[in-house]
């Protein structure tokens, strides 16, 4: 499977897992796909929904959570300040199209959350892509974020609350970026060692690319090179010096992102 993998076309196809009537029976699903986006997504809210953007949007919102700091995410400029004035003194973060919006104190960026020191603040986050994904899966009983701070609490959680589950990569300009397929693709392996069973081709192709891969093998992506480009690349040691190091999955209700904690096995 290539690299920076577009949005349409395979992730429609299904497998020949065993059905019945159409339907896989009797087995715990797991499945992989991307967010164009485009408002015509259609996600099975009986599920378990988990949006994921490494780069930056949920590695910022979860790296908020572990800090203690409340976090809201908002899919506009426009919401975003309507959310900022309900909230005491907000701290706006994010960007659009790689630039920070007029009145916003900081940018979408993980390195810098974790350096402040003012966590009794609010975070309001807005990115181009992860918290219109987000938007998108709030309303859902059972929506989630992830990235690879917390990929393995995610697993372990998602597999003692849900027989199904719909991992989410938040889609840049047409393509499914390869930081986001790799996060998905080992919360899926971590699935399916749990039971799980891949949904469709595409979910199986994804996990076995990335099973066994070095913590660095996201670095060819588009994502990491706009990084280089725009002189962020703490955002990326970031990522890359931390990894499963936070041990509670993050629920989304609404607006908002706070902690769940993973039962402790007896």
């Known amino acids: 499977m290539r690299s920076d993998m ?25 499945s992989i796909c991307c967010f164009t986006a485009t408002g ?11 949006a994921v953007d490494v780069i930056r949007a949920t590695t ?20 975003a300040f309507a959310t900022a004035s309900r909230l005491p003194d907000a701290l ?7 630039e920070m919006p007029a009145g916003f104190h ?17 975070l309001v986050l807005l990115s181009s892509s992860g918290t219109r994904l987000m938007h998108e899966i709030r309303d859902s009983a ?6 690879f701070r917390n990929y393995s609490a995610t697993v372990e959680y998602l597999a003692q609350n849900h027989d199904s589950v719909v991992l989410i990569g938040a889609g840049t300009h047409g393509a499914f970026r390869e930081e986001d397929q790799m996060c998905c693709a080992w919360i899926a392996q971590g699935l399916m060692e749990c039971g799980f ?6 979910t199986r192709e994804l996990v076995e690319r990335w099973r ?16 280089r480009r725009s002189g962020q690349l703490h955002d990326l040691e970031f990522i890359l010096s931390h990894f499963g190091d936070i041990d509670t999955a993050c629920k989304l209700s609404n607006d908002e992102i706070s902690s769940v904690t993973v039962a402790a096995e007896v």
């Open 142 to 147: 059972s929506a989630y974020v992830a990235c």
């Open 197 to 202: 069973v891949p949904r469709n081709g595409v």
């Open 92 to 98: 706006l973060a994010g960007e659009l199209g790689g």
């Open 60 to 79: 910022t919102a979860i790296t908020a959570i572990s800090t203690g700091r409340q976090c809201h995410v908002a899919a506009t400029v426009e919401a």
């Open 40 to 50: 015509h997504e259609h996600f099975d809210n009986s599920a378990g929904l988990v």
């Open 106 to 122: 900081m940018t979408n960026s993980p390195a810098r959350l974790a350096a402040r020191k003012d966590i009794s603040r609010p």
């Open 6 to 30: 577009p949005i349409s076309g395979p992730f429609h196809r299904t497998s020949s897992l065993p059905k019945f009537g159409g339907e896989l029976v009797n087995m715990k699903t797991v």
């Open 212 to 227: 066994g891969a070095p913590e660095d093998a996201f670095l060819k992506s588009r994502s990491v090179d706009y990084l």
